[in-house]
T-cell receptor, first 116, second 116 residues
Framework: DAGVIQSPRHEVTEMGQEVTLRCKPISGHNSLFWYRQTMMRGLELLIYFNNNVPIDDSGMPEDRFSAKMPNASFSTLKIQPSEPRDSAVYFC??????????????FGPGTRLTVL | AQTVTQSQPEMSVQEAETVTLSCTYDTSESNYYLFWYKQPPSRQMILVIRQEAYKQQNATENRFSVNFQKAAKSFSLKISDSQLGDTAMYFCAFMKHDGSWGKLQFGAGTQVVVTP
């Protein structure tokens, strides 16, 4: 299995630009999570989906952030407009929420976002 | 709300020695899961070990073992026979077992440095 795939791995953009981060979960997984990691705040859950439906987006910092999951194999996290304080590493993780599952989340390699 | 506390920002250990990382958590739940994740310099998040709260037996995975004290709400990780490749940030994480689709709450992390 290829694991969770994220793209791009690195993104440098200027303040005010739109940024789109992409995630492909592990095939067969039905839960998907977006996290943000910064030195100041550590790992924060932004939003998560179950069966492509957003369950909890209370971690999304502002209306500038939006996430979609149009199908079971793809999700996007969009920031529009981006600001320097959005600079962070963004992780996507997936999990199979089954009764016999080990409840483990598998993480992608992350996208390092720098907003100048 | 659950909180996860890792009180040791950094630990240093010599190769082949043993190091123990502490983690405490606060919850009113009776059924939950606890995890230790490792994040090496590559920043990939890797599951090290998991513990189900209903199991009294402490989990072990090769050189990694936990000391789970449910009443004290403590979940420490012991790394035996430390290797240079164990150098990483280690995160303790909590997950309720209530159908909340696997939402993880992370601690701030402990940086482990293994020296030759």
């Amino acid at each position: 299995d290829a694991g969770v795939i994220q793209s791009p791995r690195h993104e440098v953009t200027e303040m005010g630009q739109e940024v789109t981060l992409r995630c492909k979960p592990i095939s067969g997984h039905n839960s998907l999570f977006w996290y943000r990691q910064t030195m100041m705040r550590g790992l924060e859950l932004l939003i998560y989906f179950n069966n492509n439906v957003p369950i909890d987006d209370s971690g999304m910092p502002e209306d500038r952030f939006s996430a979609k999951m149009p199908n079971a194999s793809f999700s996007t996290l969009k920031i529009q407009p981006s600001e320097p304080r959005d600079s962070a590493v963004y992780f996507c993780a997936s999990r199979h929420a089954g009764t016999s599952g080990k409840n483990e989340q598998f993480f992608g390699p992350g996208t390092r976002l720098t907003v100048l | 709300a659950q909180t996860v506390t890792q009180s040791q920002p950094e630990m240093s250990v010599q190769e082949a020695e043993t190091v123990t990382l502490s983690c405490t958590y606060d919850t009113s739940e009776s059924n939950y899961y606890l995890f230790w994740y490792k994040q090496p310099p590559s920043r990939q998040m890797i599951l090290v070990i998991r513990q189900e709260a209903y199991k009294q037996q402490n989990a072990t995975e090769n050189r990694f073992s936990v000391n789970f004290q449910k009443a004290a709400k403590s979940f420490s990780l012991k790394i035996s026979d430390s290797q240079l490749g164990d150098t990483a940030m280690y995160f303790c994480a909590f997950m309720k077992h209530d159908g909340s689709w696997g939402k993880l709450q992370f601690g701030a992390g402990t940086q482990v440095v293994v020296t030759p």
